[in-house]
């Protein structure tokens, strides 16, 4: 093989397990999402009428532009629910305490030992 064949291979690789991560990782945030549950929250009866929860949920995206990948929530609330709980309850949410950070931490972890291999 020569050393252009080689390299060619490698950087292959790296596209495959690069790819791979970013899906787990979009199936990770949309299944740990919350749903909206209007029963939990402080006020109930705030919810509008024929409210159905999984918006945030089904927000989910994800795009490759040259060899970056980006996912994103294009939810209008999204990035107030993505963040840790915060005591007043105006971030995060009590179904997802932790935020997004942990998960997105694990992957880079996963990406990182992955690539390493190569």
Do not use: C, H
């Amino acid at each position: 093989m020569t050393p252009t064949e080689e390299l060619n291979l490698i950087l292959k690789k790296q596209e495959i397990v690069t790819a791979t991560i970013a899906t787990d990782l979009l199936g990770e945030l949309k299944n740990a999402t919350p749903v909206g549950s209007p029963q939990i929250w402080k006020n109930p009866d705030s919810a509008p009428s024929g409210y159905v929860g999984g918006n945030l949920r089904r927000n989910w995206t994800i795009n490759k532009t040259g060899n970056v990948w980006e996912i994103n929530n294009n939810a209008q609330y999204a990035e107030r629910r993505v963040q840790p709980l915060s005591p007043d309850n105006y971030y995060g949410s009590k179904q997802f305490p932790a935020g997004v950070q942990p998960i997105i931490d694990k992957a880079d972890r996963k990406l990182q030992s992955e690539l390493n291999k190569i």
